[in-house]
C-alpha cells in the first residue's frame, strides 16, 4: 500500500524545509567517563557477580576509555611512564607473565532510558583489541566471543534497558592471541602478525615492545538513538571530469549517493532518503520491511560551478557541509552529517619515469609524502593531537601521508585532519614484510612459508577490510589502497580485496599489491630500490636514483637538547662519541634503549661536540640539511626520474630517536623546517653536483617576471652580489638557469661561505628564500667556528589572541645572524608551550634585513602572556617580553 498519494508526496517533500522537526530521540553521545576495570583474575566468584543487584565496582580501578590497559595503569600510578628512560624495560610483559594478567573486566553504569514509540537505542563499538564478550544489564550481547581488532560492533540495546533508566555495561577483553615473542625482530618473533591487529607491538626497530600489545577498548564507544529506521554506512563518490584549473568558473561536478536504512521493528516503515549540499537535495521515497537492511541508491545530483578540494599546495581543499537524512513523516528518524571534498583521483602511468603519478582533478601532483606509523603508541588518540601532527605534514609542505601497514587504518578524526589540511593518504592494510614472510628472518618462530599465510584467520581479516572501508571511504584525502608493507597479502585474501571489497564497497580509488610494488615502480635503469633509511652526503639526493615512486627513504632526527631533557635521565644525557679511527660512535644506554641512529662523523666539521647539548644543537644543522637535500634532489628530478617521494618517517607515536620531523610531545626539531624550505611549491635551489641555480614549479600556473637574485656573504657578513636577472618557468617542471659551481667553489674554499637565493615577483615580494652555509675546501666549516656574535635585534607582539608576531632584524654592519631556534614560552617557567605552530624555524637573517616569524598556539591552555625563547649559532639565548598591540 502507498503511504501517500503523487500529490500528498510532492506537497509534503516541498513542506520539508519548513515543517521538519529533528526527533527528540535522535541522538549520538560518546560513552568515555565513569569506567571501572578489574583484572579477570581478581573477580573472586565469578563474573555473573558484576551483574548481581547493588553489587559495587566503586572501588574498581578507575579504567581510561578509549585506551588500553596499560594506559589505564599508567594513569592510576601503577607503572612508570614507558617513554621515559629505561622505565618499558621494567614494565612486566605479556609474553612472561601470560595472557590473563593483561585480561580485563570493564564496566560503565550509565543511564538511559528506554525510549518511546519506534524509537530504537544502539550501542557501537569502534574497536577493542582483542577478542570481547559484550554484557548489558547482565545479558550477553555477542552470541560468540567477538574477535578482531579491526572490526566494529553494533547492538541494538532498545529491549535490554532498565526501567530505572540505570544500565551496566560491562566488556571482558582479552589481550591478542598469540601475543609474541619480542626477542628484538621486526615484529618480535613475528607471531604477532597471526592476530588481525597491530604488528608493532611486538617491538620494531623504532620502538620498544608494548608491553600489554595495546589489550583494551582502544577506540570510541557511542550510545545511538534513532528513531524507527536508522541510516549506517554513507557512501558520498564525486566525479570531476576533465582538467580542471583551481581558478576560474569549474564545469559540474556529480555526487553519487547511498546509504543503509535498517529497520528493526515489526511493521513496515515508508520514508524518505534525502541528500542535502549547498541547498540542493536529492532524496527517494523508501519501504523499508520489517526487521531489514536495504542500501539506497539516490539519484545524481548535478553540483554547478562546485568549490573543488584540492591537495596541499595546489589550492584549497575545500569542504562542503552535508548530510544524508531519514524522514519519516514530517521528523528526522535519522542523520548523518558528512565532510565532502569535491574532487577525483586518477592515477596514470608515466613512461618516462617507468612509475605511477597520481591526479587530483586532472591534474599530476608530484607527490612529495611522509610514513607515518600511528599518533600515539599507546592508543591516546585525541582530535586535538590528530589536527596537530596533520598540521605539522602541511607546514612541511607535504601533500600525502603514508599510513604503514604494522599498525591501523586511521581513525575517522585522522582523515578529517587531513581532509582539513589537503594532505592525500596512501592506506596500507595490515601485513608486512617483515613478520609476513618475505625475507629468511632468524628471529621469526615460523619460517618463510608459514609466515605467509598468517593472519590465522583470513575470513576475520577480510570482514575487517571490509569494515574499515565503509568506515572512512567518504573522506576526500583517501588517495590509495595498499595490500600491506612491502609484501602482498596471502593470495586469498588479496584476490578477494582487489576483485571483489574494493571494487563493491569504494572502486574509486587505486588499489596497490603492496607498498613497492611494480604497479608504483619499474626498477628498470638500475636504481637502488626504497631508501637509504641513515644520514647521507647531502649530494647523494641528487646524485644517487632511486625507485621511481619511492615509499620510503630517511635519515636521522633527534630533537634538541629541550625535547631530549623529557625522557632522557640527566645521568645517561651523554653525547655520542665519534671515533675516526674505527669509523663508528659509542652511544648512552638510554639513547641506544630509544633507537638512537647515528650521526657519525656528520656532526664532526661543526667541531667536536662538548657535551649532550651542543651535540643536539649541531644536530639540528645536520636535520635541516639533511631533509632540505633530500627533498630537493627528488625535486629537482621530478617527472624525469621521479613522479613521487615518501619519506621515512615523518613522525614518532615513542619517544624513538630517529626518523621525526618532531618529537613525541610534538615539539618540532629543524627536520620539519629543512623540508618547509626544500618542499615550498615555487623554490629555487642550489645542485650541488653542477652548480646550477635551479627553479622547481609545483604549482599549475606558468610564473612569469620571476627575479631571481643570488649573492654569498662571508663570514663577516660582506656581500657580494652574483648575478640578478628575471626569468620565467612553467607548471609543474623544473628549470636550471644559472651554473655558478667554479665561482661559489673558489669563494667558499678558505673559510665556506653562505649563499643566498631568492625569488621575487614583480612587486618585490619575495617568493622564495634559501640560504645554503658552505664548507671550505676540506668539507669544515672553519669560517663557522670563528664567528662574530650576533647583532640580531627581537620584538613579539600578541597580534590577536593565540597569535604571536616575532620581528627579526639584522643591522648592515653585522654579520649573518645564523640559524635561530624560537620558541614559545612560559614566563616563569621557560618551558616551551607545546605544540606551537610556527611560520618559520631555525631562522637565518643575512646582514641588512629583516624577518617576521608568526607563531600560533591554543590560548586557552595558556592563561598568561608567554615570552618569546631565541637562541642561534651566533647568538646567546635570550628571553623577549610578548607585548600587545600592534606587529609594526
Known amino acids: 500500500m502507498t503511504l501517500f498519494s503523487p500529490f500528498k508526496f510532492c506537497l509534503f517533500i516541498a513542506l520539508l524545509s519548513f515543517t521538519i522537526s529533528k526527533s527528540d530521540a535522535q541522538s549520538r553521545y560518546e560513552l568515555s567517563t565513569g569506567w571501572k576495570c578489574k583484572p579477570v583474575g581478581e573477580l573472586a566468584g565469578g563474573s555473573n557477580r558484576i551483574f548481581a543487584p547493588g553489587y559495587d565496582i566503586s572501588q574498581w580501578m578507575p579504567a581510561t576509555v578509549p585506551g588500553t590497559v596499560l594506559t589505564t595503569l599508567l594513569n ?54 582483542y577478542s570481547s564478550e559484550v554484557y548489558l544489564n547482565g545479558k550477553k550481547l555477542n552470541k560468540q566471543t567477538h574477535h578482531g581488532m579491526f572490526l566494529r560492533q553494533r547492538y541494538n540495546i532498545t529491549a535490554l534497558l532498565n526501567r530505572s533508566g540505570k544500565n551496566r555495561l560491562a566488556v571482558l577483553v582479552y589481550p591478542p592471541n598469540p601475543v609474541g615473542n619480542p626477542n628484538g625482530g621486526q615484529g618480535g618473533d613475528g607471531t604477532i602478525a597471526r592476530n588481525v591487529g597491530l604488528q608493532y607491538t611486538a617491538g620494531w626497530d623504532w620502538i620498544q615492545p608494548v608491553r600489554d600489545r595495546n589489550t583494551g577498548i582502544w577506540d570510541k564507544v557511542t550510545i545511538e538513538t534513532a528513531g524507527s529506521v536508522s541510516i549506517t554506512d554513507p557512501h558520498i563518490v564525486t566525479l570531476v571530469p576533465g582538467i580542471r584549473q583551481v581558478k576560474g568558473k569549474q564545469q559540474p561536478a556529480v555526487i553519487k549517493v547511498s546509504a543503509t536504512v535498517s529497520n528493526p521493528t515489526g511493521k513496515v516503515i515508508n520514508g524518505v532518503l534525502q541528500f542535502t549540499i549547498t541547498g540542493q537535495k536529492v532524496f527517494k521515497k523508501v519501504m523499508v520491511k520489517p526487521g531489514s537492511s536495504n542500501e539506497i541508491n539516490l539519484d545524481d545530483l548535478l553540483l554547478k560551478d562546485p568549490k573543488l578540494w584540492w591537495p596541499n599546495g595546489y589550492g584549497n581543499p575545500y569542504l562542503y557541509k552535508a548530510s544524508v537524512q531519514f524522514f519519516v513523516g514530517n521528523k528526522i528518524s535519522d542523520a548523518q552529517e558528512i565532510n565532502v571534498g569535491v574532487r577525483e583521483i586518477q592515477t596514470s602511468w608515466n613512461t618516462q619515469t617507468n612509475s605511477r603519478q597520481i591526479e587530483v582533478n586532472g591534474q599530476k601532483i608530484f607527490i612529495k609524502g611522509g610514513n607515518w606509523i600511528i599518533s600515539d603508541a599507546m592508543l591516546r588518540f585525541s582530535d586535538w593531537r590528530y589536527d596537530a601532527e596533520v598540521r605539522f605534514h602541511r607546514d612541511m609542505n607535504l601533500n600525502l601521508i603514508r599510513v604503514w601497514g604494522g599498525a591501523l587504518v586511521e581513525r575517522p578524526e585522522f582523515y578529517n585532519a587531513c581532509d582539513k589540511y589537503g594532505l592525500l593518504v596512501f592506506q596500507d592494510f595490515w601485513i608486512s614484510g617483515d613478520a609476513n614472510g618475505r625475507w629468511v628472518d632468524p628471529m621469526k618462530k615460523d619460517d618463510q612459508w608459514v609466515r605467509r599465510k598468517y593472519p590465522d584467520d583470513h575470513v576475520l581479516y577480510l570482514r575487517s577490510v571490509a569494515d574499515q572501508v565503509k568506515m572512512v571511504r567518504n573522506h576526500p584525502s583517501l588517495a590509495v589502497w595498499c595490500g600491506g608493507n612491502e609484501i602482498t597479502p596471502p593470495e586469498d585474501i588479496l584476490l578477494a580485496v582487489r576483485d571483489t571489497i574494493l571494487p563493491k564497497l569504494d572502486g574509486t580509488r587505486l588499489f596497490v599489491e603492496y607498498s613497492n610494488s611494480d604497479k608504483m615502480s619499474l626498477n628498470t635503469l638500475g636504481g637502488n630500490g626504497d631508501g637509504p633509511y641513515g644520514i647521507q652526503p647531502d649530494s647523494l639526493f641528487w646524485k644517487e636514483r632511486t625507485f621511481p615512486f619511492n615509499s620510503e627513504i630517511g635519515s636521522v632526527g633527534i630533537g634538541d637538547y629541550e625535547s631530549l631533557k623529557r625522557f632522557i635521565p640527566d645521568q645517561n644525557m651523554v653525547a655520542p662519541v665519534f671515533s675516526t679511527e674505527k669509523n663508528k660512535s659509542t652511544t648512552d644506554s638510554v639513547w641506544n634503549y630509544h633507537k638512537y641512529i647515528g650521526y657519525d662523523a656528520a656532526i664532526e666539521p661543526y667541531g667536536k661536540a662538548t657535551g649532550a647539548r651542543d651535540f643536539a644543537a649541531k644536530a639540528q644543522l645536520v636535520n635541516y640539511n639533511q631533509y632540505r637535500a633530500l627533498i630537493e634532489g627528488f625535486s629537482a628530478h621530478m617527472w624525469d626520474w621521479y613522479t613521487g617521494v615518501m619519506i621515512w618517517k615523518t613522525q614518532n ?133 670563528k664567528m662574530a656574535p650576533s647583532k640580531l635585534m627581537i620584538k613579539a607582539v600578541q597580534t590577536t589572541p593565540g597569535t604571536v608576531l616575532v620581528s627579526l632584524t639584522n643591522p648592515t654592519d653585522a654579520p649573518v645572524a645564523f640559524f635561530n631556534r624560537l620558541s614559545l614560552i612560559d614566563g616563569q617557567t621557560h618551558n616551551r608551550l607545546l605544540p606551537v605552530f610556527y611560520s618559520d624555524n631555525y631562522v637565518s637573517v643575512l646582514p641588512g634585513e629583516q624577518k617576521s616569524v608568526t607563531m600560533n598556539y591554543d590560548i586557552s591552555k595558556y592563561s598568561q602572556t608567554p615570552f618569546v625563547s631565541i637562541n642561534g649559532w651566533n647568538l646567546k639565548e635570550q628571553y623577549v617580553p610578548v607585548t600587545s598591540g600592534n606587529a609594526k
Open 76 to 129: 592510576n600510578h601503577k607503572i612508570p611512564d614507558p617513554f621515559y628512560g629505561m622505565n618499558n624495560k621494567y614494565i612486566r610483559d605479556i609474553y612472561d607473565t601470560g595472557s590473563e594478567y593483561y585480561t580485563y573486566w570493564f564496566v560503565n553504569d550509565f543511564e538511559k532510558s528506554i525510549p518511546g514509540g519506534d524509537s530504537q537505542v544502539y550501542l557501537n563499538l569502534r574497536g577493542v583489541n
Open 653 to 785: 607515536p615513542w619517544t624513538a630517536m630517529r626518523g621525526q620531523m618532531y618529537d613525541y610531545y610534538l615539539d618540532p626539531n629543524a627536520c620539519l623546517y629543512g623540508l618547509h624550505n626544500g618542499s615550498e611549491p615555487l623554490h629555487v635551489m642550489y645542485n650541488p653536483l653542477n652548480g646550477m641555480v635551479t627553479i622547481v614549479n609545483n604549482t599549475f600556473e606558468t610564473r612569469r617576471d620571476l627575479m631571481l637574485v643570488v649573492k654569498t656573504y662571508d663570514i663577516s657578513g660582506k656581500e657580494k652580489q652574483i648575478t640578478q636577472v628575471f626569468e620565467e618557468i612553467l607548471p609543474s617542471s623544473v628549470k636550471g638557469f644559472v651554473p655558478i659551481k667554479s665561482g661559489i667553489d673558489k669563494l667558499a674554499k678558505e673559510e665556506g661561505l653562505f649563499l643566498s637565493l631568492q625569488l621575487l615577483d614583480i612587486k618585490k615580494n619575495i617568493l622564495s628564500n634559501n640560504l645554503y652555509w658552505l664548507p671550505d675546501e676540506h668539507g669544515e666549516y672553519s669560517g663557522l667556528k
